[in-house]
Each structure stands twice: as structure tokens, then as C-alpha cells.
């Protein structure tokens, strides 16, 4: 069964296959997130060189603006406060409970969507390509 790139994104997959999980636990949860470092379908390894995955503290500082931004607006269109404190709890607030969000799926966009030659290949989507491989 083939996933979308939308799908494979939000279920956080391989770029390459789309089958193997990027992630060996749950987003939200008592441990801390662990990365897979390679597909457990295909063998791609997700860390392309060392410190590969720097850039995606980039892409997890976008969206922690982008979720701030729309909280700070969103709570003074609903309250109209111009207290400080309260958006300093409610930004620091959210920004606390998003961050597993944001570490998760900036490695994941990275490896979608911004590291150029990490494309989707459907030969290794197939469910004998182990076997296709080492012949």
C-alpha cells in the first residue's frame, strides 16, 4: 500500500519508502522522543551526515514563532487584554506543551520536504525490496 506524501508526512514515514517509522515511540508520552537512525524497511538512514539534523532547530524556531504569533493575536481577539502576564503565560504555555510537536515534525519536514536528492523511490516500497536489494 502506497501513502500519500501528505499522509507518509503526518505519520511521520520514510521519505525514501514510506513504510518505516521515523520515530520508535509516541510524540507525547512519560519518555523522551527517539529517532530511529534507520528505516526498518528499506535500511535508509535518516541522519544524510553528522549534525544533519541542526537545521531542523530552523525549521522548529519557524514554527514556534508561527504558533506564538497566532496565540498572542487569537487570545486578544478573545479577551482584549493588554496584561502582559497573561500572554507571557499563554505563550510560554504553548510553547511548552507544542514542543514535542515541533521537534518531531521539523525532522520530519526536513527529511520531506527541505534536503534536496531525498526523494520518494517506489521500488523501495515494495514489500520484497529487502530481498530485491541484497540480490
Known sequence: MQLSSASAIINAKCPKCRRGDLFANSMYGFSSQKMNTQCSHCGFTFEIEPGYFYVAMFVSYAFNIAQMVTMAVGLYILTGSKNPWLYVAALLGIS??????????SRVLL????TPGVNYDPARSK?????????
Do not use: E, G, M
Not at 511548552?96 to 515534525?105: A, D, E, G, H
Not at 527529511?111 to 527541505?114: A, D, P
Not at 514489500?127 to 540480490?135: G, T, W
Open 111 to 114: 527529511l520531506h520536504w527541505l
Open 96 to 105: 511548552v506543551i507544542l514542543s514535542p510537536f515541533n521537534f518531531r515534525y
Open 127 to 135: 514489500d520484497d525490496y529487502k530481498k530485491f536489494k541484497q540480490v
